[in-house]
């Protein structure tokens, strides 16, 4: 039997998508919270709009209802029957395991048997990906020659954590309240969003255009779309732990949170008026299909010189000694930006961003090129015991009240502060 709460033998494309499912988060991350797949926060409209291109496939599976019992997962056998032996990547993978792990919810709860559940996993890792070695805490499983692992349960934790590992300036910091969310920018997590990028970015600038006269550069721009919650290729960080470790644990009380450590090279690190950040940050103005041009443009010499001009043009608008230095190298990286400290949030939240390039994966590359590597590890930082956490930054003045400085943000700390 593959799992204990499958009563089911005829399992291959299962099988199949949990190699997929695991090398590609082995692969890319060095680790993966396994929780993500029982979820009850992620919408089944969402999966399916994501793929409406992508997978003809998904989309008739996830137009089904989840499955009650064995006998409904001959849907996905039905579906997938000829493409057995097709390439199915990280992404689909995911999907069709968090359809057929349904059956386990009208079984029983995952909070219950998780430790069970993760003995399966583990059983499975080593029987069947036996050139990797796994281990794991609660439901993360990572990777022992990948990565490096820190339990965080108090603030003392982290600042000892941090004084442990060898001197490094200038590091930086983002916290996930999962350990299962991608390190990916909030435009580039979803397919319909970053094929229409450039309209997203435009009906703002239409609809809101007296909040942007101050916008000189066209950082400026994403970074006020960034802060009003517009999906951008923009990645929050901080130069403050403290910082971090409140977004780790502001929510999702019941999953580990995460604090990715990021060391990046003089090179990686960008004032706001480089002709690299003017580069990225103009990519928005331009549709996917012509930012697909540009990919052409860079990766075999060949692309629709008017589009190429336009994109020169457009950077020589905000830098008019610019000429045609566009390197591949820039285009399709991830860089830390530190912004002018303009806004009273990036004061607050001591913060700075990573901007991501034509790359529509970027993970790879920000743990690659940006993140804290010791003893040949990467450095990871997963996070429990969250409401003492909170408690213990909220006598430090990390709270909601103090990195929100907004007043509804601030109306709504008080108003916990004496609702409890």
Known sequence: MFFFFFDLDESTIIKKCMEVYFKDKMGTNGYCDVAELFSDNIRKNDIKSSFNIYSEELVKLYSHNYPKSSNDLHTVYRLYSNKINDYIDGQEAFAILFWCFKIFKSKMKFEKHTEKIMDCFIEYLHKELKEISYSRYNTVVYCTDKIEIHIIKNVSDLLTTLDDLPEQKDLYYRGHSKASYK??????????????????????????????KNATHHIDYLVKMQHYGLPTRLLDITKNPLVALYFSCCSN????????????????????????????????????????????????????EEIVNRFIHEV???KPGFVNRIRNYDMDNCFVVLPKKDNNRIVKQDGAFIICGINYHPEKKINENLRLIHDNKMVLLLVTNKQKILEELDLLSINKSTLFPEIDSVSEYIKSKYND
Do not use: W
């Open 253 to 304: 009380p019941k999953n580990s949170g995460e604090i990715i450590v990021f060391s990046p090279q003089k090179s990686s690190v960008k004032y706001e008026n480089s002709e690299t950040v003017a580069m990225l940050s103009s990519l928005p103005l331009f549709s996917f299909e012509d930012q697909g041009e540009l990919m052409d443009y860079l990766y075999i010499g060949k692309g629709n």
């Open 316 to 318: 020589k608008t905000e």
């Open 183 to 212: 390190l990916s920018p909030s435009i580039l997590r979803n397919d319909n969003l970053v094929k229409n990028e450039n309209h997203i970015y435009q009906e703002l600038l239409i609809n809101c255009p007296n909040d942007f």
